[in-house]
């Protein structure tokens, strides 16, 4: 069985190791996204506590990890080398996304993404944005599939690919 749920306190334990699965995953693309100290454990109990925290479960584990925010994202206020479609601030953003080593390679982010699609679409947002560092050509890939389209530059700890999906 898998499926997404709002993440608690009690995900803690479990999700930080996805989040350190991601770090590691990330530090063989000669990338510097996530090699600081984002996103570290009270990041992770910031989301939860403003409730945008959500774990993926598989089989009553947790498998991943996403932040799922509804409205404006300072960062994406100043875009490059592009433009959002819409310049209103009725959108979703994902931040954060993590999978645990042991489920990487398994199809997981559609299986997210489509539950973040689904609920979102019935709080009433069909605008969802993202981004990646430019060297993370893997999720740029995932984002793609899922049927993002890249949008131009925006600056979160440098420049980063910033994609949207219009449903």
Known sequence: ????????????????????????????????????????????????????????????????????????????????????????????VVHCLAFSDKYRGHGLARYLFTAIFSLEMARGYRDFRIDTHPANKIMQHVFEREGFIRKGKVQIDGDRWAYQLEL
């Open 1 to 92: 069985m898998i499926y997404m749920r709002k993440a608690e306190t009690a995900d803690i334990p479990a999700i930080m190791p996805c989040i350190l699965d991601a770090r590691h995953f990330l530090s063989s693309f000669d990338t510097d996204q996530w090699q600081g100290e984002y996103p570290d454990q009270s990041d992770v109990e910031d989301f939860i506590d403003k409730q945008v925290g959500y774990v993926l479960i598989v089989d009553s584990e947790v498998a991943g990890f996403a932040a799922v925010i509804e409205g404006e994202e300072k960062a994406y206020t100043e875009i490059t080398e592009g433009s959002w479609t819409n310049p209103d601030f009725h959108y979703v």
